[in-house]
């Protein structure tokens, strides 16, 4: 079955539907109108009804039973000309609408049971919505993604007449569309075609697989994505191929990728490597354990230490890249800590390869200078003789960095977060506060609990008596 839309330069808008049931296609007018017919879906429950839902300067539903004609469209919504709407129809014959009015707007959802639509749910976080993508899983719950900007988004209803929050998924490349699938083991999966991103849902979090193998024309327009039983995902899209102002047109590209191809996956013995207290021009060696717990060749594209600093070295390896086949030796990572003055010391291993999951990944290295008399009777206390404001750790840091600082005394704190303008982006500690050591977290997310975008941050200690900024990188 086929969908178009066409519209003359009179303005008068026409959808048409084709099937090739008997061989040939045929193909009858569905709608006609003054203003255009824009964006038709089409979806098909277990009687073989037919759904469709169209835009003129209003949402429009019609339905065509088995062997009988479609019938007269209904006006679902009618808030300002909507160019952005999608629809899936659950086995019942129950038809799910996201859609927006205006060309910017918040989402809203309805849902269509006989041709009878339910009342209007929004859904929360005041977030304008553009392009959008809805599917059902097994138990018939909707799943809905969304762009905003250079942003994707994803929400689920949590009842029947409410959605959760929209929870931030990734970034889009340029101009492209968020399509979501949702797999046969009920697995969510959001593709950004023009990226070569696919973002599969674990837990609270979704994950990137980079679609390295995909090899096609990029800034495409309209696309469309769907997983078989197979774990198959299929990917239509649509990409110009002439932009004649007047006269664009379109060529239709197909390709398939196996979700359960042989992939590798990085696994790594610890998150934090941990000296302890090491005397002054002396030194020790430790080792990461990396493995390959995949199913694919891992390839170790590089391992550095961010700050390059003389109190921490990386001993081994010394060449890249390093491939580690599945269930074959580790590598061992030697990493040395030779301080060169006193102090507690940190900084961060990166480590980049070809994990579609964890293609950058990183572990904090700690240790602490000292001399020979503090080394072997350090003196413990509570309570800091001075102010101070540690370097955050792990840094760069994704998703979350901790921000550690010391009060002598009590005092009235101030711990914020500012871009490298001043602007400022959030607030973590605005409190008074006793005497002690102290730890803050910052999940990379503004005052409006909106994610930021990657870069160096100002984070800043105040007090009365005290006044300390330092800077953190944030690598998504």
């Known amino acids: 079955m086929l969908i178009w839309n066409r519209s003359t330069s009179g303005g008068d808008g026409y959808v048409f539907y084709a099937t090739n049931k008997t061989g040939s296609w045929v193909s009858e007018l569905v709608s006609e109108g003054y203003g255009g017919a824009h964006d038709p879906f089409l979806g098909v429950d277990s009687l073989g009804t037919i759904h469709l839902i169209f835009e003129t300067w209003s949402n429009y539903y019609t339905s065509k039973p088995a062997n009988d004609e479609f019938q007269a469209p209904v006006k679902f919504a009618d808030e300002g000309r909507s160019t952005h709407h999608t629809m899936v129809v659950s086995p019942d014959g129950t038809v799910h609408v996201a859609y927006h009015g205006s060309i910017f707007g918040p989402l809203s959802y309805k849902k269509c049971k006989d041709g009878n639509f339910s009342e209007k749910i929004t859904i929360p976080g005041d977030i304008d919505a553009m392009d959008i993508s809805i599917d059902l899983d097994n138990n018939g719950k909707v799943h809905i993604a969304f762009s905003s900007g250079a942003h994707i988004y994803y929400t689920t209803n949590a009842s029947s007449d409410s959605f959760e929050l929209p929870l931030h998924v990734g970034y889009l490349y340029r101009a492209s569309h968020p399509v979501i699938s949702i797999s046969p083991d009920d697995s969510v999966f959001i593709a950004d075609i023009d ?56 060529d239709i590209y197909y390709f398939n990728f196996s979700l359960v191809e042989n992939f590798p996956s990085l696994n790594i013995s610890t998150s934090n490597l941990d000296f302890g207290d090491i005397e002054i021009d002396q030194s020790k060696d430790s080792t990461i354990v990396i493995s390959n717990i995949g199913t694919g060749d891992l390839i170790i594209n590089n391992i550095s230490i961010f700050q390059d600093s003389s109190d921490f070295n990386l001993l081994s390896p010394t060449s890249f890249p390093v491939t580690i086949k599945p269930n074959s030796a580790p590598l061992n990572v030697i990493v040395n800590f030779s301080p060169s003055s006193t102090g507690e010391k940190r900084d961060t291993l990166i480590i980049s390869s070809n994990d579609p999951n964890n293609y950058i990944a990183y572990v904090t290295l700690i240790g602490n200078g000292v001399t020979e008399t503090n080394f072997y009777s350090q003196e413990i206390s509570d309570i800091p ?46 409190k008074l506060q006793q005497a002690g050591f102290y730890s803050a977290q910052w999940d990379g997310k503004d005052e409006f609990g909106k994610y930021v975008s990657n870069g160096v941050y100002l984070y800043k200690l105040e007090t009365k008596e005290f006044i300390k900024i330092r800077k953190l990188t944030l690598l998504r």
């Open 195 to 250: 990226g070569y991103y696919l973002y599969c849902k674990r837990g609270n979090e979704f994950e990137k697989i980079v679609l390295t193998q995909i090899d096609m024309p990029s800034h495409t327009g309209k696309s469309f994505f769907d997983i078989g039983e197979d774990g198959i995902a299929h990917f239509v899209y649509q990409y110009p191929s002439n932009r004649i102002i007047g006269s664009f047109s379109y």
């Open 385 to 430: 003789k001075t102010f101070g404001l540690d370097q955050n750790y792990p840094n760069p840091f994704n998703p979350e960095t901790t921000i550690q600082y010391q009060l002598p005394k009590a005092s009235e704190v101030k711990l914020i977060i500012y871009n490298l303008l001043g602007q400022r982006v959030t607030i973590l500690v605005d």
